[in-house]
């Protein structure tokens, strides 16, 4: 065999049908944002403008920065919390998002897990998630099969720069039964730490994901 | 001198109606960039909304697939940095069949040696022998020179196979 055949074999064994893809990519295209009448600059004038809007950028936060500290002395307090989506959060619990984004939000003390989620699961079925926690937290999402005791997944989500975001789960295993799955969240910070989920279950790696609500 | 592009709805809905033929060779470049078959699947969702909305950047009549196929490997380069990418698989691989254990093996040993490549000699190998592109397209794509393409391509086959000479390699 040569090397293009082995290569051909090799990712064809990994590689699954994807007769809904294209449906998918069109449904998603036509729900994104319309195309803009876009002119293309020459490279001079895009770093000019690039050094404009950071030059900007720098010149604005500094004077937002020296008004706020004038105005309440010496130490300045944020204006607004970074996360918003959490501030009803209660300790060791967890709410639903106050949009219907479909997040589940709350924030965890130190050594303290709080169950998010009891999913059933049908068998070849899976779970995916999405998670992210405050900047200074971290936080372990642990998947537990409650028909065989076994944990499915252990994730480690480390606290983000600039704010919470959320981060995909790929790679979550099918469930070889029917079967409950136990979705949590462990805090590994020395602090309190808030963090947002959000679960979607799947027919298989790859099919079309449908939100827990 | 700024460029002023064509009608840029008409040329996303021209875009469009073409995925159906560029969505098959996009995720197969992602599949062999991530090894990983939904997220292969985002990939390419994800770069063809990006496509779309730059597709007034597309030059009439122009081939759409090389400029296509150059988003989606940034997206894949993207896919991979995030923190996620390294979830645990716990269950074990179901146990192969005697006969067919050993292209298993081989298949994994491979797939295992394209993952240690560097990202763009990945993408030259996947692009060069998995989509079977021509070593110009794949330059293009890569965003390479053709002798750097070709550089990166004879370089990438002697670390997958050190011992097979180079022209036969490249068959």
Redesign the interface.
Known sequence: MSLRSDIHAAMDAISEPMPHLPFVVRNAIREGEPPRATRRPSARLAVAGIIVVVTAAVVGFWSLASHQAALHGSAAKPTARCLAPTEDAVVGGFRSGPTDDGFRTGQVDVNQSVVVYDLHVQQGGCVVLDAGTDPQGNVDVVVVDLGSGRRVADVHVDGLPGGLRALRSYEMPMATADTEWQVSVVSRATHTSEWRMQAFRAWGPGAHNWPVR | ?????AD??A??DDF?HR??DL?PPA??LA??ML?????A??A??EA??CA??????LRPGSDPLPWFLAIVANQCRSTRR????S?????PPAAPVPAVED??V???D??RE?LKLSRTDRLV??LY??L?MPLEDVARIAGLSLAGARGRLYRA?RK??SG?ELE??L?
């Open positions: 001198m700024d460029v002023i592009a840029p709805r040329v996303a469009e995925l159906e969505i995720y197969r599949l062999g090894q990983d078959a939904s997220a699947e985002d390419v969702q063809a909304l779309w909305q730059k597709a007034s950047r995030l923190r996620w990418w979830v645990l698989k716990i269950e292209r298993a081989r298949g994994a491979l797939r394209l190998v996947i022998f998995y079977d086959i997958l196979r097979l036969e390699a068959r």
